[in-house]
Every structure is written in structure tokens, then in C-alpha cells.
């Protein structure tokens, strides 16, 4: 029996805030966002809580894996804006969807949340201590940003995405295969969000970071299960500025030359293999990825047997992957 993904689900608040609207607030223009990161709009929470848009992706993803709230034996929601220190979400979402046999806790990973949650909940399956856990990564990143900051209230958005993990036997769900997960404490204090202030950070390293970790983490992940590039179907990366997930794809050397073909198709053909939806969302943080997977998954673009690789990267700082097989 192994631990797999039998379903998923995503919540997007209504409210779009484009750039135009954007503009309005900080000197800033649509143009400038568009080429720096390559988001167009974002969604914006309002009233909603972190724990709504949890519930919501949860009772969804549910309903995609025909389990029911009372057949849930954990929830773990991977968050850093809570609704509050405590109780934690997970506890809030549990009664927010009648999951009445559920333990819950937390977990906080920034923008890699999403993937140290799942590894958490595939460890709990493998192990045979739960059998139908709901991972959930749920962000309301517009409460943490300084409106006044146009070098971040850019680039965040609020949304939340879930999928539930199963200890299932072969052909039911896809395989949670391996992961890798690294963290560098010492240069904790490039990406920051106080107790009570805004998100501080310094863009250009956590860029250069993101760019050398990601392929690293990766084409280790893959080493060690012996997986060529090519052979992965989607690359399912966070979702945080176009330029790290193009320059991901550029280092990560992936052979799709099947020979003579033109420089331009090659990039195209790489680039299919790395699907976003930053442009609409912005960066979600720990919700980016199951968002996207959710997205793919009703867009029925995932077949049986296509490998997927998640990765994830952010605050700590921290990055991971995993493999997955559909
Ligand atoms: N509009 C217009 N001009 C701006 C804006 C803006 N919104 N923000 C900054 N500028 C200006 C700067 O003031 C600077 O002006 P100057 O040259 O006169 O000093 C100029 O634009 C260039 O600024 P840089 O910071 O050098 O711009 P850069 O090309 O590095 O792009 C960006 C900034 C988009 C933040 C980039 O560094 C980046 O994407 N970094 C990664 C950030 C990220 O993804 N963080 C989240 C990942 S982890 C997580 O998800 C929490």
C-alpha cells in the first residue's frame, strides 16, 4: 500500500485586482509588472478567511476523491497567514466541513509549505498511521504585504488549494513516489514577514536563489530514481515570477531536440512541460502548487502514468520536490 494523490481541489476569492488597478496605488505600471514577473492580476480575499478558502478547496477536493468528511483522519493545512496563532486553521477548517474524526495541526513553510506537507501526510499513509488526509495549502498573502511597498504588493495573491492523500493499493490514485527537502536558516533574513508588519524582502537573492536551488533540488530528486528530464510530463514549479520558472526550465538542460529542430520550437516544447497560471493569480505562496495541480487535473491534462515533478521554494530558506506518477 503506498500514499497517493485520489483528488484535489482549488478556491479562488472573486475580487481580480489587475495592474491598472494597481497603478493607482503605487507608482507602478502594467508594463513594469508584466516583464519583471509576468502577472497580470491577482485575487483578493476581502472578507474571506484563510480557513474559508481551505474549506472550500477542501469540500472540493473531497468531491473529487469521493471521500467523505467523516472518513478524513488528518488535516494538515500548510499556512504562514492564519487566521489566528491559535487555533490552528486545520481545527477551524475541520468545522468548517463536519470532518469530525480528523486530527489537525499547521504547518509553516512559506512557499514551500505545500510540498512539506504532502511528504509529512505521504510518511503518515506509507506508515499505515492515516488513511485519508487532506493537505492543504491556503494563503491570504494580502493581509502580510505593505500596500505602500511597490517592490512586493506586486507580486503576492490570495487563493488556497487542496488535495487528499491516500494509503491506497496499486491503480487507485497517483503515486507519491519521492521528495527532497533542504533548508538554509542562515540566510533566514533575505525573505521576512514580522509578527504584526509586511513582507520584507530582497527580490534579486531570492531570485538568484531560487534559480540555483530549484534545478538542484530536481535533477536530484530525478538522479536518484533514475528519471530523465524529458521524461517528466509537467513540471508543477511555485508559482512566483515567470523569469525563475524560465530560467528553471533553461538549467534544468531538458533533451527535447529531437534533431534538427528549430531553437524557437525547442524553447516552446520545453516550455509546455512547465504550465502557470501566475498571470492570473500572482504569487499564492503555499497554495500555488496545488492550485495549478487542481487546474490540470479538471482541465483533464493529466493521464495515467505521466510523471509529475512538484517544487517549491521560499522563506527559511527553504526549497524541495517531489515525484510524482499519475
Ligand atoms: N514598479 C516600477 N518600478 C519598480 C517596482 C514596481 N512595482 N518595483 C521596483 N521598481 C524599481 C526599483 O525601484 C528599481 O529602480 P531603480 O533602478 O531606479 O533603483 C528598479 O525598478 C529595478 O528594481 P529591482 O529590484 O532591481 O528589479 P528586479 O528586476 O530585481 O525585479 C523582482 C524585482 C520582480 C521582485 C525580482 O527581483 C523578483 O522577482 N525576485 C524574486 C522575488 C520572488 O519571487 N519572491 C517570492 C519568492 S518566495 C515566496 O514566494 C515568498
Redesign the pocket.
Known sequence: MRARIVGTGSFLPEYRMSNFE?SEL????DE??TS??GIKERRIAKELTVSDMAANACIRALENASVTPEQVDLIIVAT?SPDYFFPNCASIVQKKIGACNAACFDLSA??SGFIAALSTAAAYAEAGIYSNILVVGSEKMSSLVDWKD???????GDGAGACVVGRRASGDGAEIISGDFHNDGNNNDV?TAEKSGF?H?D??A??KF?VKKVPETIKHLLEEEGVQTQDVKYYIL?Q??I??IESVAKRLEINASESGKAQNEYVKTVMEKFPSNLQKYG?T?SA?IPILLDELNRENKLHPGDLLVFAG???GLSWGSMLVRW
Open positions: 494597481l503605487v507608482e507602478t505600471s513594469w509588472i519583471r514577473t504562514s512559506a512557499c511597490r517592490s512586493t504588493c506586486i507580486l503576492f525573505l513582507i524582502m527580490g534579486q531570492v531570485f531560487a511555485h512566483a515570477n523569469r525563475i504569487n505562496s500555488s521554494f521560499g522563506a
